[in-house]
């Protein structure tokens, strides 16, 4: 579904993507683990084309998104929830909700069922500005955002970042949701490794700009994360 090749991406001097590939099957549930700073959102944000690329090839289906306008993700059914959530403070829940709609053509333009069965709290705050909700809350119309366009990959950058933990074991659920039930393929990065455990079906770690190990969830022995996770 998703194959990256040969991927560079720089920051001015800075090399900070480098000859990095990643595969992600259809309907898999792909982690993307490693410490803090090694690329984890450039990559994503790389293939969400908010960033350009140096030299490399990300094949989405049959299409090259190193050539595609960041807006050309949206028809094409790639949600993002960044991190930090970014939600737009001054707009009210569903203003949020309606905002990345624009770039679906008029018939379209609606917001799926699917949004309020999996969230069914924002149904009454929709009128509620984004900003007057709480962390959690912001998460979860974050997440409601990126379903908003009906999405067939997923990627979420770090869900569980400042969230309390029964609202984690949450967001975990939906997750598994969206991907076993609703079909989504899901690449999430993330840092809690029981998080990381209970949802996804396959990890990659990322040192320094690339992926230097890989495999089905099972695999991710104690040795594996000494050598490329512990700080
Ligand atoms: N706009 C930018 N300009 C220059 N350097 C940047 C920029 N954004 C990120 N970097 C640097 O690129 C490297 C990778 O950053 P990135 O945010 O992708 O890491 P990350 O793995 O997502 O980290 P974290 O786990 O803390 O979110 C870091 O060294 C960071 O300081
Ligand atoms: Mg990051």
Known sequence: MLDISK????????????????????????????????????LLKCIMGLLSLD?????????????????????????????????????????????????????EQYLPDLIFEVFPVLKNMLKRRGGDLSGGQQQQLAIARALAIRPRLLLLDEPTEGIQPNLVQEIAEIVIHLNREIGLTVLVVEQKLPFVRRVASDFHIMTKGTI??????????????AEHLSL
């Open 55 to 107: 030299s490399g090839k990300i094949i989405y289906d049959d299409t090259d998104l190193a050539g595609e306008p960041a807006y050309a993700r949206v028809p094409m059914r790639i949600g993002y929830v960044p991190q930090g959530r970014l939600i737009f403070p001054l707009l009210t829940v569903e203003e949020n909700l309606l905002v990345g709609l624009g770039a679906l053509s008029g018939d």
């Open 7 to 42: 991927l560079n991406q720089c920051y001015g001097q800075s090399h900070t993507l480098r000859d990095l590939y990643l595969s992600i099957a259809p309907r898999a549930c792909v982690s993307l683990i490693g410490r803090n700073g090694v690329g984890k959102t450039t």
């Open 212 to 225: 230097v190990a890989g495999g089905k969830m099972e695999e991710l022995s104690e040795s594996i994360i």
